[in-house]
């Protein structure tokens, strides 16, 4: 597989998890244990060349989507110690967090 299918296929699969999870109350872990799995085994078949590109990008993705697990099913559940994995820079973490401007918006 060529790596933009690669990274296009990861982020397409980090962006759509956010989307599902965001904002829920009840989250039933079962439906998500193979999502986080593929997320965490695609982020670590990617270079770290290309990682880099893009790893501040993807700590605001899944830290919203990790906040939205933590309040769901605690910060200790396993789905949120296995996305953390992934996640180099916690701080870039709220639920809430869309202020940021994507490189294809106008300044």
């Known amino acids: 597989m060529h790596i933009y299918?690669?990274?296009y296929e990861f982020a397409a699969s980090a962006g759509a998890f956010e989307g599902y999870v965001y904002g829920k109350k009840k989250i039933n872990p079962d439906e998500l244990t193979n999502w986080v799995g593929n997320i965490v085994a695609g982020y670590q078949?990617?270079?770290p060349d290309v990682l880099e590109e893009f790893q501040t990008s993807l700590d605001r993705t899944l830290g919203?989507?990790?906040e939205s697990l933590v309040s769901a099913l605690g910060a200790e559940h396993p789905l949120v110690t296995k996305l953390n994995t992934v996640i180099v820079d916690p701080s870039a973490r709220s639920a809430d967090d869309f202020v940021f401007k994507k490189?294809?918006?106008d300044s």
């Open 5 to 7: 299918t690669k990274i």
């Open 45 to 47: 078949h990617l270079p």
């Open 64 to 66: 919203r989507a990790v």
């Open 103 to 105: 490189w294809f918006q």
